[in-house]
């Protein structure tokens, strides 16, 4: 981990695919039973649970494929291609379509949900284990969210072991999914409006009793601020972050001074372009 600002920076984006979703995918991957993981895997994916899905077949030695968003950005695209699978790219509207009616069914790999499976998130929940064997007075972790998985994998272990710990959730102004639903009671429909792709998964039922219970309190960054924390986290912590994974440093300026702060660094995967305009 790095300090800044009065923190620390679990760096995830170190990760060999440049994100976290490589601890669930394991995890769920290697709970496979042995016919079911011989087909092959499939996912679908913003892009960084795609490069995870890949990854973790080429580790294991079986096919891949992943559904993607076809605005996805080209380096998280060519991630998949590098680590052998192949992506099959879908308009976002027809690719939420598959998930919502379990497309993957009909295909002849085994899926893995990309957050919604407790597999996943018990592998993302090793992350949240790390903290409190680093940090045993932790006092808060603020995590970046989209479909929930990981902040729902680090909540449970945090929790279990120690209640008090607040675990704070972030979210973009330019797609505020989870903080619209909570305050509606049920899903919202929101057109994604920001750089953090990662975050721009859709509404899942099966999530929001979850986050209602696991999630302390919520923060939103206006999106011109998530803009600048990129170069920022880039020059103070010579860490280089996607939009997703800049959120919860972005979000350190809204918290009250008080315990041991853990910020999750979830994604390092950045437009080359993009990051070059960022800096400039």
Known sequence: MVPVDGAMLKLECLQPTGSFKVRGFFAAALNLPPDRLRRGLITVSAGNAAQACAYVAKQLG???????????????????????????????????????????KSEPESFIHPFADPEVMAGHGGLGLELLEDLPDLGRVVVPVGGGGLIGGIASALKGARP??????????????????????????????????????????????????????????PEPRLRTAIPELASAAKVVAEGAGALAYAALEQLEPGPITVAVVSGGNIDPKLLASLLS
């Open 62 to 104: 079986v096919r891949c494929r992943v559904v993607m968003y076809d605005t996805a950005p080209a380096p998280k695209v060519e991630g998949v291609k590098r680590w052998g699978a192949v992506p099959i790219l879908m308009p976002r509207d027809a690719m939420l379509e598959w998930l919502a009616t379990e497309g993957w």
């Open 164 to 221: 008090d710990i607040e675990v704070i959730g972030v979210q973009s102004d330019g797609y505020p999914l989870w903080t619209r639903c909570l305050e509606a009671g049920g899903p919202v429909s929101i057109k994604p409006d920001t750089i953090a792709d990662g975050t721009t998964a859709p509404f899942d039922a099966r999530m929001f009793e979850l986050l209602k219970e696991c999630v302390d309190r919520w923060l939103t960054v």
